[in-house]
């Protein structure tokens, strides 16, 4: 059974998880925390990835960059953001294994 409340220990959890995200702990659901929340929803698989405006964020990005840059494709910075870096190492990834070189991922 899932309670539908805002307790002590809810807001604990919040700090921790402002905290791990470096954003400011209030423990305090606000905008920010909110759309960091969704960001960290996303797993790799989930949806597709691809270049668009605004970029795509998440986990799930922030994965793909690893595991794009364990192979030794250049990604840039690993910073969870689908951009144009991420992109290029992503099309450069099909291109070695034959894949269409479409920068879509999933």
Do not use: H
């Not at 905290?19 to 790799?44: H, N, P, Y």
């Amino acid at each position: 059974v899932t309670k539908k409340e805002f307790g002590p220990d809810t807001q604990e959890k919040l700090k921790d998880f402002q905290k791990f995200r470096g954003l400011k702990t209030s423990g305090i659901l606000d905008e920010t925390t909110k759309a960091v929340l969704l960001e960290a929803a996303f797993k790799l698989g989930n949806r597709q990835l691809y270049l668009q405006s605004p970029m795509l964020k998440g986990d799930d990005v922030f994965e793909l960059q690893t595991q794009l840059g364990k192979l030794g494709f250049d990604v840039g910075r690993i910073d969870g953001i689908f951009g144009p870096d991420t992109v290029n190492a992503l099309i450069d990834f099909q291109k070695n294994f034959g894949l269409i070189e479409d920068g879509i991922a999933g």
